[in-house]
């Protein structure tokens, strides 16, 4: 497993639906665990029964009947090192509740703020955070206030196995609905990171034509630096040309000059030698004729 993964998870609730982005890099072990329970069910239908207004909610008692996953839910996990020291909670952090070293099991809360008592302990190290849906989050119901012995809320070890003590006796709190896990790996949020961009540019009109000018003004660059290559490429064979023909005519001309005379005089001396021969031979004809 990456320690680069996330996971989105999508929650319905009985005040609207909330986002939770996991990260496994911030707490890999409480990432793992988080994670294993949200895909199997295990948060579906719970309570968020510790609701303390401006400081946290808190939930993770299941009333799932697989004896395997609650065996699974209570084993606990290792702390996680905080790279960073104490870690300053913001609205909207999800962290595991704990009681000790060591002490991780299913239990989570929601910070609402930035109490300056959290993450102070070893086992609160952020695991994940709400990306959407946090004002619903924050009106999940807080009437009872915090639980005993600081509210009149319900107490925790009744709330085992016995959904209808909540049902009964705190009928305002909200709970979960379902939920839906969607792991992401690096080369996920790449994947996904583009096709958010391609989504953007759909939407917008404008962006997807600047995209198509863009591209056809660097085709048309491209093709008229080919041209102005090709041209430059045929002026210099021209030119190349123009001079080995200029070359050759001067060459010729002064040979012309240098051997003109000599071939004049032969052509003169091979003229009269044709001429002499003739007339010779017309005078032997005339003398036998006669």
């Not at 986002?19 to 911030?26: A, D, L, N, P, T």
């Not at 909610?57 to 905080?82: C, M, N, W």
């Not at 119901?141 to 006796?169: R, T």
């Not at 200029?246 to 240098?258: I, M, N, Q, V």
Request: proline share 5%; with cysteine; net charge positive.
């Amino acid at each position: 497993m990456s320690e680069k993964e996330e996971a989105l998870v999508t929650c319905g609730t009985t005040a609207g639906g909330i986002v939770i982005k996991m990260h496994r890099e911030w707490s890999p072990n409480g990432y793992d665990r988080a994670v294993a329970l949200f895909e199997r069910g295990f948060y579906d239908e719970s309570h968020f029964f510790r609701v303390a207004k401006n400081f946290l909610v808190q939930f993770g008692i299941s009333y799932s009947t697989d004896k395997e996953l609650q065996h699974f839910a209570r084993q606990k996990i290792p702390d996680d090192p905080k790279p960073n020291g104490d870690v300053a909670f913001r609205p909207g952090l999800i962290s595991f509740a704990g009681n000790g070293d060591n002490s991780r099991t299913s239990q989570l809360f929601i910070s609402y703020g930035s109490a300056p008592s959290l993450g102070k302990e070893k086992w609160e190290t952020p695991v994940g955070e709400i990306i959407e849906g946090m004002e619903h989050a924050r009106n999940f119901y807080s009437g009872y206030g915090d639980m005993p012995p600081w509210g009149n809320g319900p107490v925790q070890g009744k709330i085992h196995g016995n959904p209808n003590y909540i049902a009964i006796e705190f009928p305002k709190l909200d709970r979960f609905e379902t939920c839906e896990v969607r792991r992401m790996t690096p080369e996920d949020k790449r994947a996904a990171a583009a096709a958010a961009r391609t989504a953007e540019e759909v939407r917008d009109p404008e962006s997807v034509v600047g995209a198509a000018a863009a591209a056809v003004g660097a085709d048309e660059a491209l093709t008229e630096e080919a041209k102005k290559k090709h041209n430059m490429l045929s002026v210099n064979a021209r030119k190349r040309l123009t001079e080995g023909v200029g070359k050759l005519r001067s060459k010729t001309k002064t040979a012309y000059e240098e051997n003109g005379n000599q071939m004049i005089l032969i052509a003169f001396l091979a003229i009269s030698m044709i001429v002499y021969v003739s007339v010779k031979n017309r005078r032997k004809i005339a003398s036998k004729t006669s």
